[in-house]
């Protein structure tokens, strides 16, 4: 079982341009997630999805959309990439977003904003 | 708002138990997590407290006291390869987790 799987592993990206990171679960989990991990700030809620067809913001939502058409696929795209977003991006899954609810962490995405 | 307090970094020897001290102010509480992270890699769960007291699992303990607001992991016998970031996290209100800034652990022989 391949659990989440994450691509691109890394990208350098060109302020202005816009760019999809993938991520796709097997686990038939209901809740995904989407976080950056910044040195010093830990990681940070982007967007969430609760179910598919459903997604709602986190703490740093701002120059970032996300779409959640089935249950295995939750894509985060950058309309506009500027240099802040330059960042390691996680995408994680749970099999529920309420009560208790681990949840399981793809590699990560490194994305360098230029 | 969430703030989760951890200390950065902790230097260990190889063999030996270390601490880490994780404390809270979140709205509304619903579990308390605690992550490992090694350098690279994605964070992988470590343990789950929501009650008071210490739940134990091998080598590593948590413990959890809600009315403080404050948890530890406990990490014994350790070994090297327990060189990693140690992630806590709260789940609030709304069942999302915010996380603390992370603990780095170097384990040294």
């Known amino acids: 079982t391949a659990g989440i799987t994450q691509a691109p592993t890394s990208q350098i990206l060109a302020a202005g341009r816009s760019m999809t990171l993938r991520c796709t679960q097997d686990?038939?989990?209901?809740?995904m997630y989407w976080y950056r991990q910044d040195l010093g700030l830990g990681l940070r809620l982007i967007h969430y999805?609760?179910?598919?067809?459903?997604?709602g913001k986190g703490e740093v939502p701002d120059g970032y959309s996300v779409s959640r058409a089935n249950t295995d696929d939750f894509p985060l795209t950058l309309a506009s990439a500027v240099p802040s977003q330059t960042s390691v991006y996680f995408c994680a899954s749970s099999s529920a977003s309420g009560d208790y609810n681990e949840q399981f962490f793809g590699p990560g995405t490194r994305l360098t904003v230029l | 708002g969430q703030n989760i307090d951890q200390p950065t970094e902790m230097t260990a020897t190889e063999g030996a138990i270390v601490q880490i001290n994780c404390t809270y102010q979140t709205s509304g509480f619903n579990g308390l997590f605690w992550y490992q992270q090694h350098a690279g890699e994605a964070p992988t769960f470590l343990s789950y407290n929501v009650l008071d007291g210490l739940e134990e699992k091998g080598r590593f303990s948590s413990f959890l006291s809600r009315s403080k607001g404050y948890s530890y992991l406990l990490l014994k016998e350790l070994q090297m390869k327990d060189s990693a970031s140690y992630l806590c996290a709260v789940a609030g209100d709304d069942y999302k987790l915010s996380f603390g800034a992370g603990t780095t652990v170097t384990v040294r022989a």
């Open positions: 999805s609760n179910t598919a067809g459903t997604t």
């Open positions: 686990m038939r989990h209901n809740a």
